[in-house]
């Protein structure tokens, strides 16, 4: 949510002009500055570049954790006039697990300067991978790594991974790290020379330490209108290095923009990709300007490759995406960053799941979120009061359409004060959230970062010096946001988490969260921060942190160490009661996220454009390892048609993040509103979601140990064609083999369908099998359908089997003990697989073990189900659970069985199923879910001796 109502005017304004109010590399010093340097570079043949490693200074590490590594220094010549000599940068190279590889490079003058401010930390930050890295150890182990290093005069190598398929070598003059795969150049790091580290150095002297390639634009001061009182105390620091991926057309990844999926050429303009987090409300679609969160990973794919390069930096950053090489030579890409050490990852594997698991590995694999937050969740600015809550929870009901989540935005506290209730309008919180568990549904209440002056909840925040602070004085800084004039807690802080734990606990005054239990979960807004009077809408970059760092170093990563610490305290509250997942919803986000919070795409519009967005948007977030993400179904600003409405429920329902959200001025829009037939249709697709939730909760689960995607791009399922990898609406529903299309052009008639693969697909729009498939005609890779407001367009792949659970029930909880409906969709050659992930969907007893994970497999001999689970107690729960219907689909009925011998738990019986067309199904089996379990074809009329 955004916007002060104040402001509604003014935003109609300036709408269709937002690139003013954040800069772009033309008006910002350090890009601006970089990309100068490197046009003066490209343009210079006999450039002769300021920097190289001193072969002499070449160390290798095998140290104590076990970490292979290389270290060096780099020099840094600088113009004759300087006194300082040659400037120390020092670089180590580590060699991670498996197919990883890491590079620092710090300052060694940083040990002993004195900043313009005594407040200020002089170094360079080196703290990021301290909060984007998971801290438990990782799955891999180190006997996979193999060294062998050469070195000569002017270069080191080193092979590594598993078979040593990898190698890097690093040339020292001019500098060059080439990575190759096979012994084929995958990515060369610096081959256009655009290594630059600007150094520190005193104002006065500034014109004695240019290089010719340098320009001083904007060093020492910012002229940019709202950000001209930064004091930049340090001067010019920033950080930048160019990556050539080798023959890689598409690059993807680095969210979060509303842009297309497969990056775009942006040397032409003055927008690179910008990371840097801020309240972008109502944001333009494609566009480069900077969003809500940030992940500086991307993913360069092609069929025989795939390379990750996770930029480890949390300051403001600019990306250059350069395609416009002759010949499909390579994708060049120039990385920016304001301040830092500069520090890299690169991953380097055949597919991308090489890569997605790697990358996992070191940032933290999703969350398996509790089954709830992945039901439909209702949110509105606001829900006025309990009566209007409670309402709207009947009114559901009274539409038979289900939900698990209402939402409460910043109106419920006592004038915005987090910790507090408006004792007017929620009188007795305590009774709303029963009254909600009585049918399972679950309440969010918003805190955000920001906390009012004058109340117990900042008193008691700088009272224990945890606030964010003013350069000027080290002392609390105070800034506006929605309660007025507040103060910010600096979760940066390990201080912090004590505080944020009491205040989740805190039960005096009005009760905030006392006699709440386990169905209240927590939203976490405006964290970018997002501060009304800063500049872009957010903090001062000279604003003070723990450890005395400026707020430019951290400023990304910022609303990650808030929601971590939301997510921590949750935690703890949760022991007492049954030691439950939390959910945490946060609108800021850094690489790491995922391990603790969803994400959704902020204040988005309700047009054709923005839902149509969502989707690249989602696989983008996707492929840079946060799955759980979603965008506002009807458009938080303005108020959608109804077909608009119905369209974006209709592909909602795809999101891992499925929330309907709307600003306080739109108009009420939850699905009874528009009305006859579109409730109805919007009815079928929530339906319809409550009915994969198994499918979207193993995917889910797959996601959690191997960094899946959720929502999967097509590429990632076949990459022999290079067609797959420009699919951007299209998608699949992780490994489950369903795969969808959603409708989002206005008044659409018909749909093209370009088909992933050469494998059969069966239609199976809005979860129906119709008994028609299509594939790949020889001339054609692509199917047009007829649609109307009805369709959802979708199919399931051939050698799929899915489980659906297909009762309607008021909200997932009373889903638990629900049969399943196992549907099996035979490949070319009759065969198909599937998996089924089950636990109790709430509490953290999966991670010991109390689990079911299912095989399935059909062949023409027999269809088996194969179990595995290692805790007793969640088995038990559920061997009431029955499969109540299996139906097999073929290309041709002629081989599809109609009689059956089943076999579960050491019992046998025959079983007839009924056939149709090109497809059979069998109704009550008696199967039950817990076990395992065999169907072998009988031949008609044949008498099983056994029985
Ligand atoms: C380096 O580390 C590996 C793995 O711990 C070990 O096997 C090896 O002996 C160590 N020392 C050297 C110099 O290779
Ligand atoms: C600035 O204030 C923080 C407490 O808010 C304190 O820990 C830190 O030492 C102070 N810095 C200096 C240089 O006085
Ligand atoms: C950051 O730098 C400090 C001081 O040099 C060092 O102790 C620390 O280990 C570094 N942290 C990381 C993550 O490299
Ligand atoms: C099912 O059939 C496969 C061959 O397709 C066979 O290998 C397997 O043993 C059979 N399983 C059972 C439980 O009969
Ligand atoms: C997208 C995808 O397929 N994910 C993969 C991530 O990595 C693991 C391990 O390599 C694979 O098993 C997953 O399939």
Known sequence: M???????????????????????????????????????????????PSYSIDGDSISIHNDSSSEWSISANIKKELPSESDLGNIILPLKISFLPKNSIRFQIDEEQRQSITPGNKYVNSQRYNGTSDWAFQHTATTNTWENVNLDIESSKNKI????????????????????????????????????????????????????????????????????????????????????????????????????????FNLKDTTQTKYPYRLYNV?????????????????????????????????????????????TSKGGCCTRTHWISENNVLDFMLIIGESPNDINESYGAIVGYSQLPQVASLGYHQCRWNYNDEKDVLEINSLFDKHRIPYDYIWLDIEYAESKKYFTWNQ??????????????????????????????????????????ITINSPSNNQTYKGHCWPGESVWIDTMNPS???????????????????GLTTNVQIWNDMNEPSIFNGPETTSPRDLLHYGSWEHRSIHNVYGLTYHEATYKSMTERFTETGNKRPFILTRSYFAGSQRTAAIWSGDNMSTWEHLKISIPMLLTSGVSGLPFAGADVGGFFGNPSKELLTRWYQTGIWYPFFRGHAHIDSRRREPWVPGEP??????????????????????????????????????????????????????????????????????????????????????????????????????????TKHVDINT??????????????????????????????????LDKSGKSSGKLYI???????????????????????????????????????????RIEQITIIGQDNSILPKKFLITQGGKKWQFRGVTQEKSTTIKNPGLRVDEDWTIEPLVDNQVHDEL
């Open 157 to 260: 190598s080193a092979s590594y991974g598993p078979a040593q398929e990898y190698s890097v070598e690093i040339q020292f003059n001019p500098i060059k790290f080439t990575i190759s795969r096979h012994g084929e150049v995958q990515l060369i790091a610096n081959e256009q020379n655009f290594l630059n580290i600007e150094h520190w150095r005193p104002q006065a002297e500034n014109a004695r330490h240019l290089t010719p390639e340098e320009s001083d634009f904007n060093m020492f001061h910012d002229d940019f209108q709202d950000s001209s009182s930064d004091t930049i105390p340090l001067g010019p620091e920033s950080v930048a290095l160019d990556f050539t991926f080798k023959h890689f057309k598409n690059v993807y990844g680095i969210p979060e923009h509303a842009d297309s």
């Open 279 to 323: 309240d972008i409300f109502e944001y333009e679609t494609n566009s480069r300007l900077p969003m809500y969160g940030s992940i500086p990973f991307m993913l360069a794919s092609k069929p025989e490759c795939s390379v990750g390069l996770f930029w480890i930096n949390s300051a403001d950053t600019f990306i250059d995406v350069d395609k």
């Open 496 to 514: 912090s988490q004590a505080y944020w734990d009491y205040m989740f606990r805190y039960t005096d005054d009005n009760k905030f969260m006392g």
């Open 678 to 783: 579109y409730t109805s249709i919007i009815r079928d697709a929530l339906q319809l979601r409550y009915s994969l939730l198994p499918v979207i909760y193993t995917a889910f689960h797959e996601s959690s140990t191997t960094g899946l995607p959720v929502i999967k791009p097509i590429f990632y399922e076949n990459r022999k064609d290079i067609e797959n990898f420009s699919i951007e609406d299209e998608f699949f529903l992780g490994n489950s083999g369903i795969f969808v299309k959603p409708v989002t052009d206005e008044a659409a008639e018909t749909i093209d369908i370009y088909l992933p693969d050469e494998e059969i697909y069966y239609e199976f729009d809005n979860g129906v099998l119709s008994g028609n498939s299509v594939h790949r005609q020889s001339d054609k890779k692509s199917v």
């Open 839 to 881: 636990d109790d969907g709430e509490s953290f007893d999966y991670l010991q073990g109390e689990s079911i994970s299912i095989e399935f497999s059909a062949t023409e001999e027999n269809i088996t189900a194969s179990t595995t689970s290692q805790g007793q107690k969640f088995q038990n729960s559920i061997s009431g659970v």
């Open 792 to 825: 959802i367009p979708m199919y399931l792949k051939g050698g799929s089997i899915i489980a659906k659970k297909e009762r309607y029930r008021r909200s997932s909880k009373l889903m638990v003990n629900d049969p399943y409906h196992l549907i099996i969709a």
């Open 2 to 48: 955004h916007i002060p109502p104040l402001l509604v005017l003014f935003v109609q304004c300036v709408y269709g002009v937002k690139e003013h109010m954040f800069k772009n590399c033309d008006n910002s010093g350090f890009c601006h500055r970089n990309r100068h340097f490197a046009q003066q570079v490209a343009s210079n043949p006999s450039y002769s």
């Open 424 to 465: 007017d309008t929620f009188p007795d919180p305590e009774r709303m959230v029963k009254e909600l568990d009585h049918t399972g549904r679950n309440l969010v209440i918003i805190v955000d970062p920001h906390l009012k002056t004058g109340y117990f909840g900042s008193d008691e925040l700088i009272k224990r010096k």
